[in-house]
């Protein structure tokens, strides 16, 4: 008995399943002048006396389901929407958000590091001293620390354990400190073991990589890209590639941006697309937190400068790099 209902259940199931189908095949997206249009249930339009309304992304066509020479068979109220997707513009909401307007450091979104990186010939410290918010900024300082001849400052903030999203819209409007042996970068890193070797070693960057929206490497250009598996050789795997923006530093500010969905990674420069990935190896798919980094370097092969030629931070002088406000957005459907 039980064994029988279960059988007729299935096949009313199977049977819905099997008219869905049918009737998806023939659902439209969109729809081509000239030819018969079909509503989302598979059916053919049919609304006299048409309208259009716009409600939360969608266009609907109403109207009322009429046949010659017949009665109406179907009331309005059963007839189905004729719907196309608005794709003129794509709807964000913004979910996080500093304009680092207030002159204090928001400690619910922010950690100020207290770090030292060794470098190949000085050493990075740093520390709450280095960063700071004030007159509608976040500033990073950079500048010749008073412990020895090779230690500097420089002031780096990160979202980790605070705020780490999956996939968005970001953007942030910084100013880039031009490269003479210091760089300021807006980064990303995940919040599991996706760079952790051997752990996050899979081929792919989709457990977690190192995201560059923007390092300040050069006096005319800068570097973006992804880092997965890792840092260690062989493991290690990067993807991205050098922006030249000739005068770059005679702008104050830039916006930097960067999209990030399961199927692509698109980085932009004050608005324009600049880079894009869409191999499946390479979009993250799990959590990452925001960073912003200042850095010094003496003998390096890849920025301009060195920090101990450097004459304005050699004198006792503070460079800075700023950032006016950073913006993520999520996608609403
Ligand atoms: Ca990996
Ligand atoms: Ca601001």
Not at 127 to 149: A, L, P, T, W
Not at 290 to 309: E, P, T, V
Request: proline residues 4%.
């Amino acid at each position: 008995m039980l064994k029988n209902l279960v059988l007729i259940i299935s096949i009313f199931f199977l049977a819905c399943y099997i008219e869905q189908l049918q009737a998806g095949k023939k659902a439209q997206k969109n729809f081509v002048p000239g030819t018969e249009w079909f509503d989302t249930n598979g059916k053919p339009n049919n609304a006299h006396g048409g309208g259009v309304i716009y409600h939360k992304s969608q266009y609907y066509w109403h109207g009322k389901h009429q046949i010659e020479g017949k009665s109406d068979p179907q009331s309005s109220l059963k007839s189905k929407p004729f719907i196309v997707n608005d794709s003129s513009k794509t709807k964000w909401k913004l979910t996080f958000s500093d304009e680092f307007n207030d002159n204090k450091i928001d400690t619910c979104k922010w950690t100020v590091e207290n770090t030292i990186k060794k470098r190949i010939d000085v050493t990075l410290y740093a520390d709450s001293n280095q960063v700071e918010e004030k007159d509608g900024n976040m500033f990073i300082y950079y500048r010749k620390s008073n412990i020895s001849d090779t230690a500097y400052n420089a002031g780096r903030f990160n979202s980790k354990g605070k705020y780490a999203p999956t996939y968005g819209f970001l953007e942030c409007r910084m100013h880039v400190i031009k490269p003479n042996g210091h760089q300021t970068a807006f980064w990303m890193m995940p919040e599991g073991i996706g760079m952790k070797a051997p752990d996050g070693v899979d081929g792919t960057a989709n457990d977690g990589a190192e995201i560059d929206i923007v390092e300040g490497t050069k006096a005319h250009a800068y570097s973006l890209g992804i880092h997965w598996d890792g840092y260690a050789k062989p493991a290690h795997k990067s993807n991205g590639r050098l922006v030249k923006v000739p005068n770059m530093h005679d702008t104050e500010y830039h916006i930097y941006g960067f999209e990030w969905t399961p199927r692509y990674l698109i980085f932009y420069f004050d608005g324009k697309v600049v880079a894009s990935m869409t191999d499946p190896k390479l979009i993250p798919h799990v959590a990452h937190f925001l960073y912003f980094s200042g850095s010094c370097f003496g003998k390096n092969d890849w920025l301009d400068g060195d920090i101990r030629k450097n004459e304005f931070i050699q004198s006792g002088n503070t460079d800075k790099a700023y950032i006016d406000y950073v913006r993520v957005y999520q996608k609403l459907n």
